[in-house]
């Protein structure tokens, strides 16, 4: 409600921002390059203080609780893969106070995940190296994916997860994302429109305000930012296509 942001250099990056969210809608952040959608999921994980206006979440102030508080209602896939340097199972068990056996798997297989760890010599007790150096691209997406799954926060932040991926591993993951945004909210800091085609909004950022917010069908049918930069994307891909000679 009315949130302003500044960085210590003096630089602006959210001004007088307001907004609501819902329990099960899923809103994309859009924009170019430092238009402010990392600093709006900044605040909303309470990283920041706002110099002005208030966040809530359930009407509740973010200025009456604590950072535990708001993080504990909220999960992350991010596009780089945050594993901690140990096994499978305590990796996807990290932040669930009472895990077991039972429901790391059931999370894995959600997550698309269990067909690949059953197979590793030691299965879930298999060690991820430093960074999870010992797994590919999508494996280690799918094992943030399952983390997620198992925490089942009613928020769930997506930063592009599966940009960095090849084709068949995106597949793989997206699956997986499919499972674990079933009924909560899902913020989704997007750079491919290809992954946000089915949100229910989407939130134009510029300049740290917000300049327009739809559907993605009825923001492609506006002149703006969003229908400038999904323009440039289609361009981008059949340029890609006529390279090899497909289209």
């Known amino acids: 409600d009315d949130v ?103 999370a894995l297989k959600k997550a698309n995940a269990w067909e690949f760890v059953k197979k590793l010599p030691k299965g879930l007790k298999s060690e991820v190296g430093e960074r999870g150096v010992k797994l590919s691209g999508g494996q280690k997406q799918r094992i943030q994916i399952a983390r997620a799954i198992m925490k089942d926060a009613p928020i769930l932040i997506l930063d592009e997860a599966t940009s960095s ?18 009924n909560r909210l899902v913020i989704i800091i997007a750079h491919r429109f290809s992954t946000i085609q089915n949100v229910d909004r989407v939130f134009v950022i510029n300049d740290g305000r917000i300049v327009d917010a739809d559907n993605p069908k009825a923001l492609s049918k506006k002149d703006g930012i969003y229908s400038e930069l999904l323009k440039y994307q289609v361009e981008g891909n059949k340029k890609l296509l006529a390279n090899y000679d497909l289209y």
């Open 4 to 106: 302003s942001f500044a960085y210590e250099d003096g630089t602006n990056a959210i001004r007088t921002m307001s907004f609501e969210m819902n329990p099960n809608e899923k809103v994309a952040l859009v924009g170019h390059s430092g238009a402010g959608k990392s600093t709006i999921v900044n605040l909303i994980l309470k990283f920041y203080q706002p110099q002005s206006g208030e966040i809530y979440i359930n009407d509740q102030s973010y200025s009456e609780l604590s950072h535990q508080d708001v993080r504990e209602h909220i999960s992350l896939v991010f596009q780089e893969n945050e594993l901690f340097s140990s096994t499978i199972y305590n990796n996807v068990a990290y932040g669930v106070e009472k895990p077991n056996e039972k429901l790391v798997i059931e």
């Open 165 to 182: 991926l090849d084709s068949r591993s995106e597949s793989l993951v997206q699956q997986g994302l499919e499972n674990l945004m079933n």
